[in-house]
């Protein structure tokens, strides 16, 4: 990270877990374990229905609450979606596209990602674009590739002034929840990948001022070593999220 270029923004994906007491519960429970200065960021993100217990919870905390996905459209006939207006009204300040899950199981592919991407940033929320290989992508050599045509795919008619709403985090699709990390220097070289492909489209200096997240197994003991990197700004972190003393460390280590 390079905290004095860009936000370091550490960000829970609770992905399909937790009751609305459950969230009341463990957020309650992450405000004595988080430190009250932190360095970076605090997000949560959730799932929609545990959004307002949520908020309710992390009131005077440091801790922002996000969403797991977003719809493109404004409103209509798509049963089962959310809208970005939805999410804002109860305020939602981030939202996670383009999650490799979405991608995997609900057919998700780089241009729905880029249009709900475009959906979140005009709304104003906050954008967690997630993007990432495949192992067998990895195994032939390709990650590079992949890795920047998601990239520039997603953020197709985003401009320079759009572009300050949206993180990138870089995901791994075989390190999500096997305990498997990217190492430091592997999280480093894709996360100066995905600076590169921004620098192309909006120069150096913007390029520079963008958060870029590595997530996949990131952990209390890890995450120091992956936050030590230049362009390592934080993490989205899984499992970790869900147990307040293992998130709290994640976040202290962003203090180094
Ligand atoms: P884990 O931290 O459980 O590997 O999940 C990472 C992830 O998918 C975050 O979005």
Redesign the pocket.
């Known amino acids: 990270m390079n905290q004095a270029k860009r936000r370091t923004v550490i960000a829970g994906?609770w992905?399909m877990n937790m009751t609305p007491s459950q969230t009341t519960a463990l957020i309650n429970e992450m405000k004595t374990t988080l430190p009250a200065e932190p360095a970076c960021d605090v997000v949560l993100c959730v799932p929609f229905v545990d959004i307002a217990a949520a908020k309710a919870a992390a009131e005077g905390s440091v801790i922002k609450v996000g969403a797991e996905n977003v719809h493109f459209e404004e409103k209509g006939a798509y049963t089962g979606e959310i809208s970005a207006q939805m999410l804002t009204e109860c305020g939602v300040e981030y939202v996670?596209v383009g999650?490799?899950?979405r991608r995997q199981y609900f057919g998700e592919t780089d241009d729905t990602v880029n249009l709900r991407l475009l959906a979140g940033v005009k709304a104003g929320l906050t954008v967690i674009l997630?993007v990432g290989e495949l192992l067998g992508e990895r195994e032939k050599g390709i990650t590079a590739e992949i890795v920047s045509l998601q990239t520039k795919v997603a953020l197709r008619n985003i401009d320079a002034d759009m572009l300050k709403k949206v993180i990138i985090?870089y995901?791994p699709v075989w390190?999500?929840?096997?305990g498997l990390t990217a190492t430091s220097d592997q999280a480093e070289e894709v996360c100066s990948i995905i600076r590169g492909v921004l620098a192309e489209k909006y120069g150096d200096d913007a390029a520079q001022g963008v958060t870029i997240q590595y997530?996949?197994?990131?952990?209390a003991g890890n995450a120091a070593e992956l936050l030590s990197k230049e362009n390592v700004d934080g993490g989205?972190?899984?499992?970790?999220?869900l147990k307040a003393a293992d998130f709290a460390k994640i976040v202290e280590a962003s203090n180094q």
Not at 175 to 178: D, E, K
Not at 215 to 219: A, E, F, R, T, V
């Open positions: 994906n992905k996670i999650h490799s899950e997630c985090a995901e390190a999500i929840g096997t997530g996949g197994s990131m952990n989205l972190i899984g499992g970790a999220s």
